[in-house]
């Protein structure tokens, strides 16, 4: 399974971006969905999944009512939506598959086998 994540970017705070990441290589309709983070010098963290058909999605509380997860089975890709951005959300972003998950989110990096590469999100203040 190959992740190939986009859309991040340099913003002022209070504005918006959209990553996307594109599955390829698996069945992407079998896959648990994630988005992490990672900041300098900190741990990396989840910030949103989504479960197989999106009936299941976690947000981490710092990010809750501004991002939004969705996923296209059909596009084989995962989205997320940032809005209302701030200087704390600054951080490298990767898009990961769960593989073995389908109907729960999982909250842990190791649950997570595939890892796209990261893209830099830096917010302006």
């Known amino acids: 399974v190959q992740l190939q994540a986009s859309g991040g970017g340099l913003v002022q705070a209070g504005g918006s971006l959209r990553h996307s990441c594109a599955a390829s290589g698996g069945t992407f309709s079998r896959y648990g969905m994630g988005w992490f983070r990672q900041a300098p010098g900190k741990e990396r963290e989840l910030v949103a999944a989504?479960?197989?058909?999106?009936?299941?999605?976690y947000y981490a509380d710092s990010v809750k009512g501004r991002f939004t997860i969705s996923r296209d089975n059909a596009k084989n890709t995962v989205y997320l939506q940032m809005n209302s951005l701030k200087s704390e959300d600054t951080a490298v972003y990767y898009c990961?598959?769960?593989?073995?998950?389908?109907?729960?989110?999982?909250?842990?990096?190791?649950?997570?086998?595939?890892w796209g590469q990261g893209t830099q999100v830096t917010v302006s203040s």
């Open positions: 989504i479960s197989w058909c999106g009936g299941s999605i």
């Open positions: 990961a598959a769960d593989l073995i998950s389908r109907t729960v989110v999982s909250r842990t990096v190791s649950a997570y086998t595939y």
